[in-house]
């Protein structure tokens, strides 16, 4: 037990960083909510948060670390730099920046924010939400020894696997990225199956429970072609969340010169869906592509 | 308890074939196994079979049940038709068809069957040599309700699920392929990634860690990609049956005419693999296609 709590702020509480900060609470950190949606702010504080509020200028000296659950790197250049969190912050506090995001961006905020005398971690996350609300992240971090000790009650707190990548900035953000040039593939590939099967005259019920049971499926076919299945869209996870984390794997595979066959045709498929108007529904609207095939509607 | 044991002949003592075969046995199934390779006869004969042999010939008259796990349409039609089995069968034997092939083949061959007055089951399979030998495999099949039923004694033996696609041949056909859609493009894509995490610096060890305790990942993705990690890929399945199963997606595909985004990508990887010379290789030596990366070798 710490004689003094731990205080940290989680910025941005959408689908992951609001089970992050519940689960901050209730690992008995003195925890604060961040975000521009006043919903999320109240649903907070009335999970226990200390305090909640659209910026972090009134606790920011207070703050012995910060969880970045923002969506990109624009965001967390905004709230860093733009809002002037880095500048708010005691010198060595911890930012535990979550993000995905390319290696450049991932390093050079890094190196902003250590001007400032600020440990950095590079610690993208994943999981999805139910996770993130268990504090059972899946975190894939690079940094210093002195950034993970740092961050210790909010890696207890959030997640029930760290793995530690290396020490050089930019390690975490790679593996985030190869990650999901998976799970993408993984969410187009199952539209592709399920709207193939669909034009066979393929009951897709029957199809989802073979594919479940058998050794063609993936941790995304089984989350996501179940929405498919519900004809249910209502985005946990949308569409133009992988029209960017695509774009990311195709500048990562430029940039190390590496022939992307599958990546590049699932990222095709992610931003014609997004070009034809799904760009805000669940990510498995990515099977809308798929024209003349009848899918299930939404029941109720 | 049947009065009299059920006799079927499992024709193919492949990785799934000798794991089905020794399921019938443990059931209490009067065995017959048939293969060219006299190993694996030796090996079933020792296992408890009731006869062994590369043809039918001397039991095919005592036959209750034949099981076909070959590898394609071709095998099954020598079988049947070139070598006589379908003449030597007693009329109302069931034949259960495990070969993934196409549904014109499927539809073809069980035509020919029934023209003898034989019992047809479209019956393709999945699950990996592992599940086989539990008796654990996934069977999606369609045929006549009398099929199913003269089959009961083989699917409880050998299978964990059966799923009932439905009465017209050649809708397990089409499932098998939709499943080996999904199942090529896991393996070609967790391939992608692990050379692209190898080209970035990412130790492979790692990289298998992270996605396999995260959403990014697949049945194929842990089963084939440990295979990568330990640099051993002495073939469990083959770089050549995706060549082959990925062509009969392409060609479900075309007479469908439906656009096949990801899973033409991935059969051009498994046919540069083969081209390469790896064809004969476990299938997650398509990674091999990706030259310039280094990747683990074998220990020991």
């Known amino acids: 037990m710490n004689a003094t709590r731990h205080s940290v702020a989680v910025i941005g509480l959408g689908s992951m960083g609001m089970g992050a900060a519940r689960s901050c609470i209730r690992a008995g950190l003195s925890t604060y909510g961040v975000d521009i949606n006043s919903n999320a702010l109240q649903s907070l504080r009335e999970a226990g948060a200390k305090g909640v509020a659209q910026d972090c200028a009134d606790f920011a000296s207070a703050l012995d670390s910060v969880l970045l659950l923002v969506v990109n790197a624009e965001q967390c250049r905004k709230i860093l730099f733009g809002n002037g969190l880095a500048e ?23 190196s902003c924010l250590q001007e400032k005398q600020l440990i950095v971690l590079d610690a993208p996350v994943s999981g999805g939400a139910a996770k993130a609300e268990m504090g059972e992240m899946t975190v894939m971090a690079a940094g210093s020894d002195e950034a993970f000790e740092k961050l ?53 019920d029957m199809m989802y429970e073979v594919v ?50 599958l990546g590049s045709a699932a990222y095709q498929m992610f931003t014609a869906a997004s070009n034809d108007g799904y760009g805000q529904e669940d990510d498995s609207a990515v099977i809308k592509i798929f024209r003349g095939v009848d899918l299930p509607g939404k029941v109720g």
Chains 1, 2 share one sequence.
């Open 88 to 110: 708010q912050l005691r010198s060595g506090t911890a930012v535990m920046v979550s993000a995905t995001m390319s290696v450049e961006d991932a390093k050079d905020i890094a």
């Open 152 to 204: 210790i009650p909010v890696l207890d707190a959030t997640a029930s696997s760290v793995y530690r990548i290396g020490t050089e900035i930019g390690m975490g953000a790679t593996v985030k990225i190869i990650h999901q040039l998976l799970a993408g593939v993984h969410i187009a590939v199952g539209a592709e199956a399920m709207a193939m099967a669909a034009k066979a005259g393929i009951s897709l």
């Open 212 to 261: 479940t049971n058998a050794a063609g499926t993936s941790w995304m076919f089984e989350n996501r072609m179940k929405h498919v299945v519900d004809g249910d869209y209502t985005p946990r996870s949308m569409v133009d969340i992988f029209v960017k984390d695509m774009g990311l794997v195709t500048d990562a595979a430029q940039s190390l010169k590496f022939p992307l066959y």
